[in-house]
C-alpha cells in the first residue's frame, strides 16, 4: 500500500506561520488561516534549514478544541509548549539541566503532576474568592483612569496601551501577588523581554539587530533575573505569611513536599507574566472595538448588561495566546490527518477562534454573541487559571470608563506585537471627551 502523502505547507506560508511579523499583520494573517482552514486544515510546517522541527498546524475550531480537551492523548511535555526554533530549544536544555522548557510551570506540566500543583491556587482565583478583591481592583481601575484622563485632557491624543491597558492589570496581578508597586516596572519589562521579545519596541533590549541565539539569552537573562526576585519574596513570605498568593507558593506543599525551587520559580513567573499580559491585550481590543463604533459605546454607557458580551467578545477577537503546542502520545488522527507518536501540533487560536464554522462572520466584533465558546482560554484541563481574573478586571475598567467618559474615538492608526505566542494591540491612539461632573 502506497504511503500516504502529508500535507505540507508552501514556504512562504510555513513562514507565515511562525513569523512573530505575520501577527502583527492581523487581517493578511486571517486571510492565510481562511484559505487554510479550506485547503489543508492540518498540515505539516517544515523549515528548510531545520531552523525548528517540523510540526502540524491545526487550524479548525472543532480540531483545536479536541486537541485541548484530550490531555491523554495531546501532551504538554516533552515537547516545548510554545513554537520554539532549535537553538532555543538546545539551549532551554542546557539552561535547565535537560528540559526544553527554559520555565517549569502549570503550562508544562501533564497529569497527574499537572492537577496537583493548579490545586495550590485554584481556590485563590475563583469568583468567590475573588469577590473579595473588587473594592481594591475598582481603585486601581479609578486611578488608571485618572491618569488617561489627565493625558487626554484639552483634546490630547493618548496611547490607551501605554496609559491604561498595560499598567492595570500588572498593577492589579502584582498586588495579587504581593509585589511591592515600586518593582512593577520592572515586572513590566521582564515581561516584555520573555513574551515580547520578538517585537523591537516592546522588548527594551535593542533585539532588531540580535541573532536568535542573541535573543534567546535575552530571555534566559530574563528569567534568571525573575527567579532572583522572587527567591527574595520567598523568603519573606516564609517568615511572614499573608493572604496573597506569593504566601500560598511560597509556603505550598505537593506530595508532602515543599516545592522545588524550579517549579516554585516557574509557578511566580506564569502567575506574574501570563497573568497581565494576556489581559493587557483583551482591554486594549475591546477598546479599539467601541472606539471603532460609537453607537455601541453609547448603548453600553446606557445598559451595562451589555458588558459581559463585550468582554467576551473581545477576548475571542483578539486571541492574546496565540497558539500553544502538542505532542502525540500514540499514534492518532486529527481531521481525518494521521498523526504518528511524538508528532509536534501547533493549536493555533487565532485561527480557530476566527473558524466561520463555528463563529458567523468571525472578523466581526460582536458584543451580543451568543453561544460565544472561544478558545482563547484554551479548554478542559489546562483551560487558563486565570479567566476568571481577567473577565472581573475588565468589566471593573470598563465599568468605570463609562462612568467616567463621555466619548472615545480613534486619533491614528492602532498597531499590534510582532508576537508569535502573546500578542495584542502595542498602540491605541484615542481623543476623549470626558464625561459631565
Known amino acids: 500500500m502506497a504511503t500516504q502523502e502529508k500535507p505540507r505547507l508552501d514556504p512562504d506560508t510555513a513562514y ?4 512573530p511579523a505575520s501577527y502583527a499583520e492581523w487581517g493578511t494573517l486571517l486571510d492565510t488561516f481562511d484559505r487554510l482552514r479550506e485547503e489543508n486544515p492540518v498540515a505539516l510546517v517544515e523549515a528548510p534549514e531545520g531552523q525548528h522541527p517540523p510540526f502540524w498546524l491545526v487550524t479548525r475550531y472543532d480540531d483545536v478544541m479536541r486537541i485541548s480537551k484530550d490531555n491523554a492523548t495531546f501532551l504538554n511535555n516533552p515537547r516545548s509548549v510554545v513554537f520554539s526554533l532549535t537553538e532555543g530549544i538546545e539551549f532551554a536544555k542546557q539552561f535547565s539541566g535537560g528540559s526544553e522548557h527554559m520555565v517549569a510551570s502549570l503550562v508544562t506540566f501533564d497529569a497527574p503532576v499537572h492537577m496537583k500543583y493548579r490545586k495550590l491556587t485554584q481556590d485563590w482565583f475563583m469568583p468567590k474568592n475573588l469577590r473579595g478583591l473588587e473594592d481594591e481592583i475598582r481603585g486601581i481601575a479609578s486611578d488608571t483612569v485618572d491618569r488617561l484622563l489627565s ?4 483634546g490630547e491624543t493618548a496611547d490607551f496601551c501605554k496609559l491604561v491597558s498595560q499598567p492595570y492589570p500588572l498593577h492589579v496581578v502584582m498586588q495579587i501577588l504581593g509585589v511591592p508597586e515600586e518593582d512593577e516596572p520592572r515586572m513590566l519589562m521582564l515581561t516584555q523581554q520573555m513574551f515580547g521579545g520578538q517585537d ?3 522588548n527594551q533590549s535593542g533585539m532588531k539587530d540580535m541573532t536568535p541565539e542573541q535573543v534567546t539569552m535575552i530571555v534566559a537573562g530574563a528569567v534568571k533575573d525573575f527567579e532572583a526576585y522572587f527567591a527574595k519574596i520567598t ?7 499573608t493572604g496573597d498568593v506569593a504566601s500560598t507558593i511560597a509556603n505550598a506543599v505537593v506530595d508532602g513536599e515543599p516545592l522545588n525551587d524550579r517549579d516554585m520559580m516557574g509557578y511566580y513567573i506564569i502567575v506574574a507574566a501570563a497573568g497581565h499580559d494576556t489581559t493587557s491585550a483583551s ?3 475591546a477598546m479599539l472595538a467601541l472606539a471603532n463604533d460609537p453607537e455601541q459605546w453609547s448603548r453600553v454607557k446606557a445598559d451595562r448588561s451589555l458588558l459581559p458580551g463585550i468582554v467576551e467578545e473581545a477576548i475571542r477577537w483578539t486571541s492574546p495566546v496565540q497558539h500553544f503546542m502538542r505532542t502525540a502520545a500514540h499514534d492518532t488522527e486529527v481531521g481525518g490527518q494521521p498523526i504518528a507518536e511524538g508528532d509536534w501540533l501547533m493549536m493555533n487560536y487565532v485561527a480557530a477562534n476566527h473558524d466561520p464554522a463555528q463563529f458567523d462572520d468571525p472578523r466581526r466584533f460582536d458584543a451580543s454573541r451568543s453561544p460565544n465558546r472561544h478558545l482563547a482560554f484554551g479548554a478542559g484541563a489546562h483551560q487558563c487559571l486565570g479567566l476568571h481574573l481577567a473577565r472581573l478586571e475588565m468589566r471593573i475598567l470598563f465599568e468605570t470608563l463609562l462612568d467616567r467618559i463621555e466619548s472615545i474615538e480613534l486619533a491614528g492608526e492602532p498597531r499590534r506585537a510582532k508576537s ?6 502595542k498602540t491605541l491612539p484615542v481623543k476623549l471627551t470626558p464625561a459631565a461632573s
Open 235 to 241: 523568603a519573606e513570605k516564609r517568615a511572614n505569611p
Open 420 to 425: 508569535t505566542f502573546v500578542g495584542g494591540l
Open 151 to 154: 493625558a487626554a485632557q484639552g
Open 200 to 202: 523591537e519596541e516592546l
Open 283 to 285: 482591554t486594549a481590543g
Open 16 to 19: 507565515e506561520v511562525i513569523s
